[in-house]
C-alpha cells in the first residue's frame, strides 16, 4: 500500500508506542541517533506533570479535575534541544527527578485525565511539524500523530520488562523475587494505560508489532532503522 506523500521537510514521523518498560524510550533515542531525528519522549511530559502536582502538593484524587489554568499554573514546560527535548518545571531540569518510584506509582492516573491528555496535545504536535521525529508513548499512532509513516508496538514478557527496568535503575542483578514485583508494578500500570476511556495504550491497526524479548538492544533498533528507511523512500 503508498502512502500519501506529506510535506515533512526534516523527514517521516515514526511512533513507537507500547506497555511500560518494552524499550520504546531507549529504541527511540538510539534511531533518532541513526537517522539523524529528533526524539519526543511523550511519557516525560506525564511524568513532569505529575513530579510538578506531587510537588504542588495537590492530592492525587483531585487530578481528575485539573482546569487548564491550574495546568499552566504548574509552569511544565519541554523545550527541544540538541536530538530531544528538556523538561523543566519552574524553570529546573527535572529530567532525572521525573523517573523515580514515586513519580512512576503516580504517573499513569495523571495520563488518565481527558483535560490533561487535551492540554498536552498541542505541545505533542507541534514537536512533529517538520518531521524528522521519533516520537513514543502509549496513543502516539493511534491519536496524536494518526498519519505517522512508520508506526512500531513493541511487547515483550513482563518478567524481561521487569528486568530491564530494574538493570535500568542500578539494580546489577535483580533476584527473582525483585523481578516479579516489579513485573506486577509494570502489569498494574499497563492495566489503567489500557483500560482508560481516553487514548489508551492500545496497537494502531497498521502498527507493526516487534517482540523485543528475545532481541538483543542492536537489533531491535536495526529493526526500526530499516523499517523506516523503507517508508522514508531509502
Ligand atoms: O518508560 P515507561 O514505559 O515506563 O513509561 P513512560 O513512557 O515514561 O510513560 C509513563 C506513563 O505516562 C505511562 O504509564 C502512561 O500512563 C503515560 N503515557 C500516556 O498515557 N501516553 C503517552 N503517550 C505516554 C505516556
Given at each position: 500500500?503508498?502512502?500519501?506523500?506529506?510535506?515533512?521537510?526534516?523527514?517521516?514521523?515514526?511512533?513507537?508506542d507500547g506497555p511500560a518498560g518494552s524499550g520504546k524510550s531507549s529504541t527511540a533515542r538510539a534511531v533518532a541517533?541513526?537517522?539523524?531525528y529528533r526524539h519526543l519522549d511523550s511519557g516525560a511530559f506525564y511524568r513532569a506533570l505529575t513530579w510538578a502536582a506531587l510537588r504542588a502538593?495537590?492530592?492525587?484524587?483531585?487530578?481528575?479535575?485539573?482546569?487548564p489554568e491550574q495546568l499552566?499554573?504548574?509552569?511544565?514546560?519541554?523545550?527541544?534541544?540538541?536530538?530531544?527535548y528538556t523538561l523543566t518545571v519552574s524553570g529546573w531540569d527535572v529530567s532525572d527527578a521525573i523517573r523515580t518510584p514515586e513519580v512512576n506509582a503516580h504517573v499513569s492516573r495523571m495520563a488518565a485525565v481527558p483535560a490533561v491528555r487535551e492540554w498536552l496535545m498541542d505541545a505533542l504536535r507541534e514537536a512533529g511539524a517538520r518531521g524528522g521525529l521519533v516520537a513514543d508513548g502509549r496513543d502516539i499512532g493511534t491519536?496524536?500523530?494518526?498519519?505517522?509513516?512508520?508506526?512500531?508496538?513493541?511487547?515483550?514478557?513482563?518478567e524481561e520488562r521487569a528486568r530491564r527496568r530494574?538493570?535500568?535503575?542500578?539494580?546489577?542483578?535483580?533476584?527473582?523475587e525483585n523481578v516479579r514485583a516489579e513485573a506486577r508494578r509494570l502489569l498494574g500500570r499497563d492495566e489503567i494505560d489500557a483500560g482508560r476511556p481516553v487514548a489508551p495504550l492500545a496497537e494502531a491497526a497498521d502498527a507493526v508489532r516487534i517482540d523485543t524479548t528475545a532481541l538483543s538492544f542492536e537489533a531491535q533498533v536495526e529493526a526500526v532503522v530499516r523499517l523506516a528507511r523503507e517508508r522514508a523512500g531509502g
Open positions: 500500500m503508498t502512502q500519501p506523500k506529506l510535506n515533512r521537510p526534516d523527514g517521516i514521523i515514526i511512533a513507537l541517533e541513526r537517522l539523524g502538593n495537590i492530592p492525587a484524587d483531585e487530578w481528575t479535575a485539573l482546569t499552566d499554573a504548574l509552569d511544565v514546560h519541554g523545550a527541544p534541544e540538541g536530538r530531544s491519536v496524536v500523530f494518526p498519519d505517522a509513516e512508520l508506526k512500531a508496538y513493541l511487547v515483550a514478557a513482563p530494574l538493570r535500568e535503575q542500578g539494580c546489577g542483578d535483580p533476584s527473582a
